[in-house]
């Protein structure tokens, strides 16, 4: 089993900035995915960034791309999410989640361990 922690949301403006984190601990050695998504209300569960920790490789949603950073530090077991010049339609619960493999890394069904999410509102 993994377990996942999140941390870092808050509200800001648009075109402030946070950083939020994933704190993983378990069976860490089994994951080589990791991604962020976020849902908000009313909508589907959205990919923002994933990342192929082995690779080190990282992906994108067209809409956070040049924004958002997604990063790791493997001695703390957690990943980051930067994300710069939010903007409103940002806002949302955003989750950390976690998976042996996955093929299609913004297709939240392949992820069997998730975080309880934090929140994210940025505010004109």
């Known amino acids: 089993q993994v377990q996942l922690v999140e941390s870092g949301g808050g509200s800001v403006q648009a075109g402030g900035s946070l950083r939020l984190s994933c704190s993983a601990s378990?069976?860490?050695?089994?994951?080589?995915?990791m991604a962020w998504f976020r849902q908000a209300p009313g909508k589907e569960r959205e990919g923002v960034a994933g990342?192929?920790?082995?690779?080190?490789?990282?992906y994108y949603a067209d809409s956070v791309k040049g924004r958002f950073t997604i990063s790791q530090d493997n001695a703390k077991n957690t990943v980051y999410l930067q994300m710069n010049s939010l903007k409103p339609e940002d806002t949302a619960m955003y989750y950390c989640?976690?998976?042996?493999?996955?093929?299609?890394?913004?297709?939240?069904?392949?992820?069997?361990?998730w975080g309880q999410g934090t929140q994210v509102t940025v505010s004109s």
């Open positions: 990342l192929d920790r082995g690779r080190g490789s990282s």
């Open positions: 989640a976690a998976e042996k493999y996955a093929g299609i890394w913004y297709d939240w069904h392949q992820y069997d361990y």
């Open positions: 378990g069976l860490t050695y089994s994951i080589n995915w």
